[in-house]
Protein backbone atom coordinates (compact mmCIF):
# COMPACT_ATOMS: atom_id res chain seq x y z
CA UNK A 1 0.00 0.00 0.00
CA UNK A 2 1.16 3.51 0.25
CA UNK A 3 3.15 5.12 2.75
CA UNK A 4 1.07 7.65 4.19
CA UNK A 5 0.31 7.84 8.12
CA UNK A 6 -2.74 6.40 9.03
CA UNK A 7 -4.45 7.28 12.40
CA UNK A 8 -4.71 3.95 13.85
CA UNK A 9 -6.41 2.88 17.16
CA UNK A 10 -4.97 -0.06 18.98
CA UNK A 11 -7.92 -1.50 21.19
CA UNK A 12 -6.44 -4.11 23.92
CA UNK A 13 -3.19 -2.30 24.16
CA UNK A 14 -0.98 -3.77 26.94
CA UNK A 15 2.27 -2.09 28.60
CA UNK A 16 3.78 -5.60 28.59
CA UNK A 17 6.36 -5.87 26.31
CA UNK A 18 5.33 -9.42 25.19
CA UNK A 19 2.14 -8.42 23.80
CA UNK A 20 0.95 -8.60 20.63
CA UNK A 21 -0.28 -5.56 21.05
CA UNK A 22 2.52 -3.44 22.70
CA UNK A 23 4.28 -4.85 19.87
CA UNK A 24 1.99 -3.31 17.69
CA UNK A 25 2.17 -0.21 19.02
CA UNK A 26 6.05 -0.07 18.95
CA UNK A 27 6.07 -0.95 14.87
CA UNK A 28 3.05 1.42 14.03
CA UNK A 29 4.80 4.24 15.06
CA UNK A 30 8.16 2.75 13.54
CA UNK A 31 6.35 3.36 10.33
CA UNK A 32 5.19 6.72 10.92
CA UNK A 33 1.84 5.98 12.25
CA UNK A 34 -0.39 8.20 14.69
CA UNK A 35 -1.14 5.47 17.29
CA UNK A 36 -3.77 5.82 19.53
CA UNK A 37 -4.59 3.00 22.08
CA UNK A 38 -7.48 1.95 24.59
CA UNK A 39 -6.96 -0.84 27.13
CA UNK A 40 -7.88 -2.36 30.61
CA UNK A 41 -5.67 0.14 32.57
CA UNK A 42 -4.32 3.54 31.77
CA UNK A 43 -0.76 3.15 30.99
CA UNK A 44 1.98 4.09 28.14
CA UNK A 45 4.00 2.80 25.17
CA UNK A 46 6.59 4.92 24.17
CA UNK A 47 5.09 7.92 24.29
CA UNK A 48 1.47 6.64 23.73
CA UNK A 49 -1.09 6.60 26.23
CA UNK A 50 -3.16 3.89 26.66
CA UNK A 51 -6.58 4.91 27.65
CA UNK A 52 -9.76 3.67 29.41
CA UNK A 53 -13.40 3.26 28.86
CA UNK A 54 -14.34 4.69 24.93
CA UNK A 55 -12.83 8.35 24.26
CA UNK A 56 -13.35 10.68 21.84
CA UNK A 57 -11.44 10.44 18.76
CA UNK A 58 -11.47 11.73 15.20
CA UNK A 59 -10.35 11.01 11.82
CA UNK A 60 -8.85 7.15 12.90
CA UNK A 61 -8.29 5.51 9.87
CA UNK A 62 -7.46 2.16 11.19
CA UNK A 63 -9.23 0.07 14.14
CA UNK A 64 -6.51 -3.16 15.22
CA UNK A 65 -8.04 -5.55 17.34
CA UNK A 66 -6.19 -7.74 19.80
CA UNK A 67 -9.13 -8.00 22.05
CA UNK A 68 -10.87 -11.59 22.29
CA UNK A 69 -14.54 -12.23 20.83
CA UNK A 70 -15.86 -12.98 24.41
CA UNK A 71 -14.44 -8.73 25.75
CA UNK A 72 -15.52 -6.87 22.16
CA UNK A 73 -19.03 -6.30 23.31
CA UNK A 74 -18.76 -3.36 24.65
CA UNK A 75 -16.85 -2.08 21.72
CA UNK A 76 -18.98 -2.69 18.62
CA UNK A 77 -21.17 0.53 18.37
CA UNK A 78 -17.71 2.66 19.47
CA UNK A 79 -16.09 1.22 16.64
CA UNK A 80 -18.95 1.75 14.50
CA UNK A 81 -19.77 5.48 15.92
CA UNK A 82 -15.53 6.01 15.57
CA UNK A 83 -16.52 5.23 11.34
CA UNK A 84 -13.13 3.78 11.02
CA UNK A 85 -12.21 2.75 6.81
CA UNK A 86 -11.28 -0.44 8.30
CA UNK A 87 -11.05 -2.40 11.52
CA UNK A 88 -8.58 -5.43 11.39
CA UNK A 89 -9.06 -8.70 13.38
CA UNK A 90 -5.71 -9.75 14.45
CA UNK A 91 -5.61 -13.97 14.75
CA UNK A 92 -7.34 -15.02 18.10
CA UNK A 93 -9.64 -11.65 17.84
CA UNK A 94 -11.96 -13.00 15.28
CA UNK A 95 -16.03 -11.98 15.68
CA UNK A 96 -18.19 -12.70 12.43
CA UNK A 97 -21.34 -11.01 14.37
CA UNK A 98 -18.65 -8.02 14.77
CA UNK A 99 -17.58 -8.16 11.33
CA UNK A 100 -21.30 -8.58 10.17
CA UNK A 101 -21.83 -5.00 11.85
CA UNK A 102 -19.25 -3.07 10.31
CA UNK A 103 -19.40 -4.26 7.17
CA UNK A 104 -23.27 -2.92 7.17
CA UNK A 105 -22.21 0.31 7.92
CA UNK A 106 -19.50 0.27 5.07
CA UNK A 107 -16.64 -0.64 7.68
CA UNK A 108 -13.38 -2.69 5.73
CA UNK A 109 -13.14 -5.73 7.70
CA UNK A 110 -9.88 -7.47 7.38
CA UNK A 111 -8.78 -10.77 9.09
CA UNK A 112 -4.62 -11.03 8.99
CA UNK A 113 -1.79 -9.99 11.93
CA UNK A 114 -1.20 -6.19 11.46
CA UNK A 115 2.41 -6.81 11.98
CA UNK A 116 2.83 -8.53 9.47
CA UNK A 117 0.80 -6.43 7.34
CA UNK A 118 3.56 -3.46 8.36
CA UNK A 119 6.45 -5.79 7.39
CA UNK A 120 4.88 -7.17 4.18
CA UNK A 121 3.51 -3.59 2.97
CA UNK A 122 0.00 -4.30 2.87
CA UNK A 123 -0.62 -2.20 6.30
Given at each position: MD???K ?7 S?K ?5 N?A?K?L ?18 G??I???H ?7 T??M ?9 Y ?6 L??Q????N??S?N ?5 KL??N?I ?11 D????
Amino acid sequence: MDNISKNTLVIGGSPKAERYSNKAIKKLLKYNHKVFSIGLKESAVNGVNIETGHPEYKNIHTVTMYVGKLRQNSYIDYVVDLKPQRVIFNPGSENMSFADKLKNNNIEVIENCTLVMLDYGLF
